[in-house]
């Protein structure tokens, strides 16, 4: 039984997440936690990016990584980009989702700089 | 809280790049200590300029014109660092007379032999490279002066 | 056969990667000062980075996972951002101080000021990482370095008095007129060159990349065991012809000029340029790796997509960006004309007390039995990585006092 204990703050917390193909999505920055859950609190979801990174700072440094961050959001949505945990097929050095790249949305500033900076370069 | 440690790092960084070698000097002692340092950086460049004289027909020109035009530059550098500092009495006044006199004579030696090696004029180094055992012979003296 | 090859090369490219500005430099001007009084920090140097590389090495292998990684998840986030913002300044710094090395080089084959290359310098450098077969230019660059052996070539030839000379080495002394703190402040600078940080991000980053695995694990220590020390034979022979040639008339080193006059006087001219050719392609092979490395380590904190993740640049938009940025502003330091031996100076002492930051969560890493299994650190590695580890946490706690008193060696 032992074995299948997770301890969610050292085990998942910063580490690499990965596509199936190996393509790397971001870090465990945050986890969702589902109190509600039937059998006791569960991980629902991990939260990854800026927005969820600039909660776990102190003070006026963390004030500062959430906001410009949200600033980014072409929605008005400002909530951190989450994982649902279903989606998640291993956990070992490195955090393994069973989707492709293909089917995730990208990381706002990632998506920003390739639309306004990056992807206009030739060769890009 | 935690931008602090880059904080001091870049001040002492900054303190110390601007801080520099010379700075104002209150005593004799402090001064002809000065001196001696000063001396002995010059000394220090014409051992270089010893040095690639003696290789002037086995070194490429290029990299030749470039070593004389750094020691040239080195030298000139030292010297208006020295200049700088004001001497706290007649007795450090007199020191700075003697040291001034071998900073000119090196720092003119040097500036013709940069501009001979810049033309390609491998052959007249040796030449104007004469009073160089003289200029270091009158600095070793100076380096002496802080006993 | 094959196989053979690739392990040659491996060992080749580690003999002439080991050496960049921060070397060079600093091997020269403290031959010039000290003679070779200071040589045995070099071999303490060279050990350390030989421990340090292969720890990486052995995690990347065996984890999958390079430096920035491991340092973020064994530190925690808010101490990991503190490390980072270290790393990647003096990374910055080092950058710089590579970036004007290579401009030097120009300089001393063609006579045209540095400050003029530097902006082309900037541009090829771009354009390598950009679109260039990335390992191919390491693998000529470090194979181009190995032309830097030209001053084992002039040691033997200036025919010193080896016995005194080792024996000089063996019974370190600090000479009349230097002062213990300077004395110590050198040696510092000397061990930062032989463990500058970058090496290691870079390394651990290329196995990642190449995904390396158990397989592996031989070439590694083939790598780090004999590439390494041949290196430093380098370094130890730059030294020693500044003290040969240059000490005896109390030159103090502070152009690249300077440290070539010995090859000039031993071997003539073909040796100045074995040693141009070797120098650019020493400095312009680790521009290419501070420029990564830089950016690395911001992808690594975060999470971010780099190298053959991404298989195209706009897929690693956050990467590329900071490497265009982190170019600029190396470029930038370096045109504001700073006496790029001063910047080296600084960047290698400056890299020696920021050992600690990355050393420490290695060291555990390659501990944990739960990652590294039968690959673990035994207990004989385990002693000299603790040794090594007091001696950079001793390093680390006394090079910000000491650059200080004496004023940064003056």
């Not at chain 2, 007795?91 to 003697?98: E, F, M, N, P, T």
């Not at chain 3, 403290?30 to 200071?38: D, P, T």
């Not at chain 3, 490395?293 to 904190?301: E, H, I, L």
Request: charged share 15%.
């Amino acid at each position: 039984m032992a074995d299948n204990v997770l301890y969610a703050g050292r085990q998942l917390l910063d580490r690499q997440i990965a596509t199936v193909e190996g393509r790397s999505v971001g870090k465990v920055d945050d986890l969702e936690i589902d109190v509600d859950h039937p059998g006791g609190p569960v991980v629902s979801a991990l939260l990854t990016g800026q927005i969820a990174l600039g909660a776990r700072f102190f003070g006026r440094m963390s004030v500062w990584v959430t906001s410009t961050a949200q600033r980014l959001r072409e929605t008005g949505d400002t909530s951190p980009r989450r994982i649902d945990v279903r989606l998640v097929s291993s956990v070992a050095a490195t955090v393994t989702l069973r989707v492709p790249h293909g089917d995730l949305e990208p990381a706002d500033l990632e998506r920003w700089l390739a639309e306004h900076f990056i992807g206009r370069i030739p060769g890009a | 809280m935690l931008r602090r440690p880059g904080r001091i790092g870049a001040t002492v960084l900054v303190v110390i790049l601007a801080g520099g070698c010379a700075g104002s000097s209150r005593t004799d002692d402090d001064y002809r200590h000065k001196v001696a340092n000063t001396a002995e950086t010059l000394d220090g460049v014409l051992g270089t300029v010893q040095v690639a004289l003696k290789v002037s027909s086995r070194a490429p020109a290029a990299y030749l014109s470039v070593t004389f035009a750094d020691a040239d530059d080195d030298a000139s550098a030292t010297a208006g660092n020295f200049d700088a500092i004001q001497p706290p009495s007649a007795a450090a006044d007199q020191l700075r007379g003697r040291l001034d006199a071998v900073m000119q004579d090196t720092v003119s030696m040097l500036d013709d032999l940069r501009v001979a090696a810049r033309r390609n004029r491998g052959t007249e180094l040796a030449g104007l490279a004469t009073p160089l055992p003289r200029l270091q012979a009158r600095l070793q003296q100076l380096e002496g002066v802080a006993g | 056969m094959k196989k053979l090859l690739q392990v040659a090369l491996g060992v080749l490219t580690a003999i002439g990667g080991f050496v960049d500005i921060g070397d060079f430099v600093t091997s020269s001007v403290v031959g010039a000062r000290f003679g070779m009084g200071l040589a045995w920090v070099l071999v303490v140097g060279t050990v350390g980075i030989i421990v340090y590389a292969e720890m990486c090495g052995r995690v990347a292998a065996l984890t999958k996972r390079a430096v920035f990684d491991v340092v973020r998840e064994r530190l925690g986030v808010r101490f990991a951002l503190v490390n980072l913002s270290a790393s990647y300044f003096i990374n910055l710094l080092t950058l710089t101080a590579e970036l004007a090395g290579v401009a030097i080089a120009i300089q001393l084959a063609t006579s045209v000021n540095y400050l003029l290359w530097i902006p082309l310098v900037g541009l090829v450098l771009w354009l390598v990482v950009w679109k260039l077969p990335f390992e191919v230019m390491e693998n000529s660059f470090g194979l181009l370095g190995l032309a830097l052996l030209v001053f084992v070539i002039s040691l033997w030839k200036l025919g010193p008095d080896w016995s005194a000379m080792l024996d000089h080495a063996v019974h370190p002394a600090v000479p009349s007129g230097e002062g213990r703190p300077t004395w110590w402040y050198y040696g510092i600078a000397l061990f930062g060159s032989a463990m500058t940080p970058y090496e290691v991000f870079f390394f651990s980053s290329g196995a990642v990349e190449e995904r390396w695995g158990r397989q592996d694990l031989m070439t590694n220590r083939l790598n780090v065991f004999i590439g390494f020390p041949l290196g430093a034979v380098i370094s130890l022979s730059i030294m020693a012809c500044s003290a040969l040639v240059l000490g005896p008339l109390h030159v103090q080193v502070s152009h690249v000029s300077q440290v070539g006059l010995p090859v000039a006087l031993a071997v003539g001219k073909l040796g100045i340029a074995a040693m141009l050719v070797g120098f650019f392609a020493a400095t312009f092979g680790a521009s290419l790796e501070t420029l990564l490395s830089a950016g690395y380590v911001f992808a690594q904190y975060f999470g971010w997509p780099w190298g053959k993740a991404a298989p195209r640049p706009r897929e690693a938009s956050r990467f590329q960006t900071l490497l265009l940025l982190t170019l600029f502003a190396a470029m930038a330091l370096a045109l504001t004309t700073l006496d790029p031996v001063k910047v080296t100076e600084y960047s290698v002492v400056l890299s020696a007390a920021a050992l600690p930051l990355t050393y420490f969560p290695i060291l555990v890493i390659a501990n944990d039995r739960g990652y590294m299994g039968d690959q673990a650190n035994g207990w004989f590695s385990n002693t000299i990585a603790t040794v090594y580890l007091i001696i950079i946490g001793v390093v680390a706690l006394v090079t910000l006092p000491l650059m200080l008193a004496t004023k940064a060696g003056m």
